[in-house]
């Protein structure tokens, strides 16, 4: 299955490498850029896995928000702040 993290600046710009298709999934019938995504082989068991974003610059102070998607649900969203 496909996993998707979005972090969102806190102007709310998804960090993300392109505004291509290639960096984009659908959700919902709505086009998601993307920061990071995975393949995972999840067999409805407990599993451990990291998605690392390389930054493409420095981190502004604020708050940012982080969503995790599979190709048919949201997973979660969490935010943390960076001074």
């Not at 919902?28 to 599993?47: F, H, M, P, R």
């Not at 896995?49 to 995790?68: K, M």
Request: aromatic share 10%; glycine share 4%; proline share 2%.
């Amino acid at each position: 299955m496909n996993v998707y993290m979005r972090i969102a600046d806190p102007d709310g710009n998804i960090l993300r490498l392109s505004d291509t298709m290639q960096h984009a999934f659908l959700h919902n019938e709505d086009t998601l850029q993307y920061s990071v995504s995975d393949v995972v082989n999840y067999q409805n068991q407990e599993l451990n896995t990291c998605l690392t974003w390389e930054r493409t610059d420095e981190f502004e102070p604020g708050v940012y928000s982080i969503s995790l998607f599979t190709d048919k649900h949201r997973l979660g969203e969490t935010a943390l702040e960076l001074r």
